[in-house]
T-cell receptor
Framework: QKEVEQNSGPLSVPEGAIASLNCTYSDRGSQSFFWYRQYSGKSPELIMFIYSNGDKEDGRFTAQLNKASQYVSLLIRDSQPSDSATYLCAVQPSSNTGKLIFGQGTTLQVKP | GAGVSQSPSNKVTEKGKDVELRCDPISGHTALYWYRQSLGQGLEFLIYFQGNSAPDKSGLPSDRFSAERTGGSVSTLTIQRTQQEDSAVYLC???????????FGDGTRLSIL
């Protein structure tokens, strides 16, 4: 079992729709969770982070965390073609060094 | 500078040569991380620095890889006797406190011929 799992996609949604990206993790002691967006040929860009169970909203983005189910998700409302990218889920395991364990990423395609 | 700075942006070298990659973190950030992103493996942790010490080197793939950090700032990642499987994008990230979000540099794309 991989430490952090994501569906590689591609996930295709029409412009204006809600895109839902999911991630599961294996280390039950993990405390911090991050979503990065990566455009082709570019480095990862932080878009959301969440530490507590529940929802956290920032503009069109909502991160959701359920530690009991070891599940974290990212919702993108009113998806735009510019949101087309690979979305990386990253988890800090309980080792406390702060290193990130990344999923393989989900490719999102937003079609005009 | 405002962000994490890495150099060179691209490096092409022959198999067997040594290479040095440089990372200049965001000013004041005490935690620095090196990661590697390759097609088959995704984004993998290599090493973590807190100040000048490296409490977690668990991701370094072999003893050909080493890293240091001086003055609590600039870090260099050295790969000796490069192999073709070392071809990847090497990314550096920094943060002020280890559990806070990490910000990545633009990376060094390393190609081994």
């Amino acid at each position: 079992q991989k430490e952090v799992e994501q569906n590689s996609g591609p996930l295709s949604v029409p412009e204006g729709a809600i895109a839902s990206l999911n991630c599961t993790y294996s280390d039950r002691g993990s405390q911090s969770f991050f979503w990065y967006r990566q455009y082709s040929g570019k480095s990862p860009e932080l878009i959301m982070f969440i530490y507590s169970n529940g929802d956290k909203e920032d503009g069109r983005f909502t991160a959701q965390l359920n530690k009991a189910s070891q599940y974290v998700s990212l919702l993108i409302r009113d998806s735009q073609p510019s949101d087309s990218a690979t979305y990386l889920c990253a988890v800090q395991p309980s080792s406390n060094t702060g290193k990130l364990i990344f999923g393989q990423g989900t490719t999102l395609q937003v079609k005009p | 500078g405002a962000g994490v700075s890495q150099s060179p942006s691209n490096k092409v070298t022959e198999k067997g040569k040594d290479v040095e990659l440089r990372c200049d973190p965001i000013s004041g950030h005490t935690a620095l991380y090196w990661y590697r992103q390759s097609l088959g493996q995704g984004l993998e942790f290599l090493i973590y620095f807190q100040g000048n010490s490296a409490p977690d080197k668990s991701g370094l793939p072999s003893d050909r890889f080493s890293a240091e950090r001086t003055g609590g700032s600039v870090s260099t990642l050295t790969i000796q006797r490069t192999q073709q499987e070392d071809s990847a994008v090497y990314l550096c990230a920094s943060t002020g406190v280890s559990n806070q979000p990490q910000h990545f540099g633009d990376g060094t794309r390393l190609s081994i011929l």
